[in-house]
């Protein structure tokens, strides 16, 4: 794919932010069905992750060479492949991990081939997804893993991340076990397949999971750079080591409401799949409810925090706690009006007060405007009035108290802050 096209890729999924993604074409239950059955390694914790959904008509024998960036370092990696939008079987004839050098080349001698219960192929029935078993050795934090997989056989729906914000590689062909980068002469900016990786840290820190929309996503962020609010929020963990959370899974969905389907499945419908089925999490972050608001559906204060409570009991019922985020501002936006700030106002004095919430990340106290209280500060402002830029999620990143992250369980209330 050209770097123009590859341009027109990003520009098509952004669409979602503005609510004109489609409705995916699995049901809820049976999306919350198939995560459930999914099993989590022991001791594993999830260092990267991204949500999946549906992607269009899948092609066979194509080789995909996907860049991500770990979160927390560990032994005995784990990759996490899906065909959780599929309507027919997928078959992976071969794929491998290794270390990204530069573009599609990797380091030498860093390519290994991934197994599946033993086996170096697998396949995936509709709606199913699967760990692969543990590589041996180390990886570190910060590294750019290369995850290969060559799949044989697709059709239907293909199932993946739209909005990468990252440049990863795919050829015709089984290339999964080259290093070298001479047949990747396609470059693309989604994730296909693969939505998770984890591995055993020593000692055994906890993950926090940040689940969003196109701003958690990272749309207006720099492409290729890492510079999303959970990256950077990952690199603060990093620097502290004895911090008892290093892994954060990024599960922002372009478009994503917290009420209905349009950018990916709701976030009460895809909870499970891409929240509590990970490994290892404490904490989730719930920074979603702007695209709710904004679509003119009539969605109310009432409604939308009763949608909140639902995932927040749903995440204490599983142990783990619950940051609550208050809504950015978005006038200048195209969709704004007095009536939708009037309710984001409402819903951000709900997460502030009503203690239904572990902790507090107030994003709408960092970035507004002094001068307009609905409206980004320019300095962060992306250039939409909606998504903040680099510098912003930098802020946003850095006004989270990582005290709040280390979650003993249960939903234990804290008091918020910065660190």
């Known amino acids: 794919m050209s770097g123009a096209a590859h341009r027109i890729l990003i520009a098509a999924v952004t669409l979602a932010a503005a609510g004109l993604a489609p409705a995916t074409g699995l049901a809820p239950a049976q999306a919350s069905s198939v995560a459930a059955a999914t099993p989590v390694p022991d001791r594993s914790v999830v260092t990267w992750a991204a949500s999946a959904d549906r992607l269009g008509e899948a092609p066979s024998d194509r080789t995909y060479r996907l860049v991500v960036r770990t979160s927390v370092g560990g032994s005995r990696v784990r990759v996490r492949v899906s065909n959780a939008f599929g309507d027919r079987p997928l078959v992976i004839g071969s794929a491998y991990t290794g270390l990204r050098k530069s573009g599609a080349r ?64 795919a050829t015709a062909g089984d290339h999964a076990a080259e290093e070298q980068d001479g047949a990747y002469s396609e470059q693309i900016g989604s994730w296909f397949y693969l939505d998770a990786v984890s591995v055993d840290p020593d000692p055994v820190p906890g993950a926090v999971v ?36 290093q892994g954060v899974a990024n599960a922002g969905i372009s478009g994503n409401r917290v009420l209905a389907d349009g950018g990916g499945q709701s976030a009460l419908a895809r909870l499970d799949r891409d929240v509590l089925s990970l490994p290892g999490v404490r904490t989730v972050v719930l920074f979603e409810g702007v695209n709710d608001i904004k679509s003119h559906t009539d969605v109310t204060a009432a409604t939308l925090t009763e949608g909140y409570r639902r995932i927040i009991d749903r995440v204490h019922a599983a142990g783990k706690c619950v940051v609550g985020a208050t809504v950015l501002p978005y006038k200048g936006w195209s969709e704004w009006d007095p009536q939708g700030d009037a309710v984001r106002a409402e819903v951000n004095e709900w997460i502030r007060t009503s203690g ?49 992250l280390a979650c003993e369980g249960g939903g234990r209330v804290r008091a918020a802050g910065n660190a």
């Open 106 to 169: 990797l380091v030498a001698g860093s390519n290994r081939r991934l197994r599946f219960d033993g086996a170096t192929s697998v396949t995936l029935a509709p709606g199913e997804i699967r760990y692969s078993d543990p590589l041996p050795g180390r990886t570190v934090a910060g590294s750019d893993l290369a995850v290969s997989l060559y799949v044989r056989t697709a059709g239907g729906p293909a199932t993946g991340h739209g909005m990468a914000l990252q440049t990863s590689y």
């Open 356 to 404: 239904a919430v572990d902790a507090v990340a107030d994003f709408d106290k960092v970035l507004r405007s002094p001068y307009d209280p609905q409206r980004l500060l320019p300095t962060f402002d992306g250039g939409d009035h909606l998504h903040p830029d680099d510098k912003g999620m930098e802020a946003m990143a850095d006004s989270i108290d990582l005290g709040a």
């Open 210 to 245: 940040t689940l969003g929309d196109s701003i958690t996503d990272g749309w207006q962020s720099t492409t290729d750079k890492n510079l999303r609010w959970p990256d950077f929020l990952a690199r603060r963990l990093h620097r502290m080591p004895d911090s008892t959370v």
